[in-house]
């Protein structure tokens, strides 16, 4: 997993509510991203960033806000979830030779 | 955006081969890669080519690029019921950032 924790690892929150999730990495990576999983769709970029307090959007942004306060954390913030927004959350690094590795998932749940 | 595709599904008996195939739409992607995703698990990374590269071989895997027509396939000898899994085909995007677009994932299922 090349050093990748995510957490919660499962969460089940309620429509309107904030969500945040955290992807922690420990080998000092300057890229990061968030990728949500949805069926039919395989994997979309969220948000990605390029260094500390550093980000983008990506493909599917809308709803979404990303923080990056020091280069070992990632966050994913819901500022006020919809059920649209259940999925699977896959943070990622990506090394110099241009690979990305993932973490294990978050599955999000919005009732 | 950029569209990767995949078919959805491949059904193999084990000890045979499996072959994936993915079309991309960014001619200048400089890598492809292939990911496998086991159920309730993360994506690890199976392979990836460069693209001035025409296959790459790494065990019971082959990795064949057709740039011409934006053609990339996965081929698995002698799967076996541990190869069951999805698989995603990746384009890395131009314009910076190592962003990677995904294909929708092929279903490979080995039965014996």
């Known amino acids: 997993d090349a050093g990748i924790t995510q957490s919660p690892r499962h969460k089940v929150t309620e429509t309107g509510t904030p969500v945040t999730l955290r992807c922690h990495q420990t080998e000092n990576h300057r890229y990061m991203y968030w990728y949500r999983q949805d069926p039919g769709h395989g994997l979309r970029l969220i948000h990605y960033?390029?260094?500390?307090?550093?980000?983008d959007k990506g493909e599917v942004s809308d709803g979404y806000s990303v923080s990056r306060s020091k280069t070992e954390d990632f966050l994913l913030t819901l500022e006020s979830a919809t059920s649209s927004q259940t999925s699977v959350y896959f943070c990622?690094?990506?090394?110099?030779?241009?690979?990305?590795?993932f973490g294990p998932g978050t599955r999000l749940t919005v009732l | 955006g950029e569209d990767v595709e995949q078919s959805l599904f491949l059904s193999v008996r084990e000890g045979d081969s499996s072959v994936i195939n993915c079309t991309y739409t960014d001619s200048s992607s400089t890598y492809l890669y292939w990911y496998k995703q086991e159920p309730g698990a993360g994506l690890q990374l199976l392979t990836y080519?460069?693209?001035?590269?025409d296959m790459k071989q790494d065990q019971r895997l082959t990795v064949l690029l057709n740039k011409k027509d934006k053609h990339l396939s996965l081929r698995i000898a002698d799967t076996q019921t541990g190869d069951s899994a999805i698989y995603f085909c990746a384009e890395i995007l131009t314009g910076g950032g190592n962003k990677l677009t995904f294909g929708t994932g092929t279903q490979l299922k080995v039965e014996l």
């Open positions: 960033s390029y260094g500390v307090k550093d980000t």
């Open positions: 990622a690094i990506s090394t110099s030779e241009d690979t990305q590795y």
């Open positions: 080519i460069f693209s001035n590269m």
